[in-house]
């Protein structure tokens, strides 16, 4: 398309609404929120007066909670991402293989995917219920008494059962994802390789797992994006408790802005969460534009 | 392709004219009433529904708008206000609890009603209860007991238990002859979402504690305890960490609602549960009879004293329909509104004239005591702090559940206290 100045208006007027709605409603309230931040609302219906970097300094130095809910959502979005990963790769090289039902196979992998968060959040605390649970009563049944857990009640496993709850909810996704990249090899490279006398290991390890790396960057920085925020199972498995083992930077953001009327702080957290989300999320992508940029120069 | 975006665009705006209007005739309706209240489990539904049925009788021009939200014994419902009205959009009346803490945590959006207050008959220390700077800013609706220890009465009589604890040691009697029988003694219900329960709970043992009492329970709750001193706090840790390592309580507490742990009881499990008078109602759901399968005594220590707080409604600031709705707050006001609503929540009226008549047993003992005038009345953890004190002290009782070692408790309560006072 002639980028004349026509089309130029009309690009601009097709956009327009979107760039209003986007600047208003993201762009407009972060910097609201950023400047309740550095004030001392604290009470709900009058708003606080400029108080420069004390929230921070409150958040950082003294509230050992905050510091630990940095640290457990950080072990979260380890975990989640290390085991999600490897395990949407190996479901989707499975699906890759001529299996029978291949259809239904997908479809059940995808179904946790599909499932509300609410419903899965109350069908999980069911599972984990100590005595009645179906895992303890599995357990007992096989008589692995010494294996049955107070899954979510404990401060020394509850982050862990929720982390198995995110995994089971998105590796569908990153199945998804990966078979997609999986199935989208160049037939033409695989009947070389075939001629070649490449082995099926050989295949996944040297020609269709390298050629992954999209899909890997899209799942990786989707799944970060999500686990940096996460909020929803928490909130419903553990709120965070018990004795704040499982809680988490979006979780105290809502506790304290919400239940606390500390909105300052609160504003600080979310303030907080917001830069590590983009520290993290954008490196990647300045990496990858470095590097194509440098290609480009070549 | 210019005629073409005009007309998209006169087509999107003609499209979006219904929305302006739809917001200008609800503008003018001046008889909506738009109420948000937690109410939504059984009982208490049909309790509610039958007052909205009730002021409709005398004012059917009114269109209620009302908004259940349920959840976290109303703190999903308070975040989804405090988010209302930061964006200018209060409702008119919300469901509030009743007592000096919470509403002062509300104070800047709530309109002064005093004049409800002039023809009121509470006791005096009610109407202090919902006073702000001197200022009435709620009504109360139904009283809520909170230091109730009920119990399986059917297994307290074959176990041959005097359901009379004058203190914690007659109660740690009655917990070890429990146990010996084979059932859970104390039965607790704190799961996700409900750490508050423990602070609840704990209110009642440091009000039992030989070095409590009401007027300790007030100074905690203003911020001028010294929690690293107090014996009080030291006995509630030490006695509730006895229950705990004698194995007297049930191991899935954080796993259980508090109705949930109301069931161990109805499944001939457990034998006592510490809850407030809101337990009555769901056994009395579940078909329970008052007095035969299930009955009620103070807390361990706490006789003569009454924990309670209310469940009340509020006028807010800039509500849009302000007369309609101190119209709907003069009639909750009155007898006729307790004695529809009261019953079928299975709580008890506040008004010391409303008829008592159809109360059963327990209700009638409650009212006894309220309205008795040496019954020391005493704020619960949900009225008299502010709002944030069940959210915190939740979450660090549940740590003490399950490393119950008293110094750390203390020092955890200590830090704890400090980061709201």
Known sequence: MILNRKNKFYIFIFLLPACVLVGLFVYVFLSWSIKVSFTDWNTIGKMGKWCGLDNYKQIFFNDPVFIRAIKQTLILTVLFILITLPLGILTAVLLDFKVRAKRLFRTLYLIPLSF???????MWSWMYMPNQGVINSVLRTLSLDKLAQPWLTSTDQALFAIVLVYVWQFSGFATLVYYSGISSVPIEILDAARVDGVTVFQKYQRIVLPLQKPATITVLLLLLMYSLRVFDFVWLLTDGGPAYSTEVLANYMYRVTFNYNRFGIGAAISTFMFLLSVLIIIIPVIASYIKKYKGGKK | MKKFIVITLVLCICGLMPLFSAGASEKSAKQDMIVYHWWTAGGEKEAVDALFQKFLEYYPDVNIIENPVSGGGGGVMRGQIKTMVMANNSPDTFQLTYGTGMLGSFEEILEPIDELFEDFPLPEMVKEMGRVNGRQVAVPLNIMRNNCLWYNKKLVDKLGIDANFHNFSDFLVACEKVKRAGYTPFVIGAGAGQQHWLAQMTEQMILGAPHGGPEYVSKLYEGKANILQDAAIREMFEF??????????????????????????????GVFYLMGDW?????????????????????????????????????CKNAPHPEITMKWLEFITTAEAETIFCPLKGATP???????????????????????PKTVIVQSVFAHPPEEYLGVFGNMLSG??????????????AAAYASIF
């Open chain 2, 350 to 372: 506040p008004r010391l004239d409303a008829p008592t008549d159809m109360y059963d047993a327990i209700s009638l003992d409650i009212l006894a005591d309220f309205r008795d």
């Open chain 2, 279 to 315: 337990a009555k109602g769901h056994f009395t759901a579940a078909g329970w009879v008052p007095k035969v399968d299930f009955d009620y005594t103070t807390s361990p220590g706490t006789e003569g004293y009454f924990t309670l707080h209310f469940d009340g409604f509020s006028l």
């Open chain 2, 240 to 269: 509730l960490a006895t229950l705990i390592k004698k194995g007297y309580i049930n191991n899935d507490y954080s796993a259980l609602t508090w109705d949930q742990g109301a069931d161990v009881l109805m499944t001939d499990e």
């Open chain 1, 116 to 122: 509300s968060f609410v419903a899965s959040a109350i």
């Open chain 2, 400 to 413: 003490f559940m399950e490393n119950p070692n008293v110094e750390q408790g203390i020092k955890d309560y």
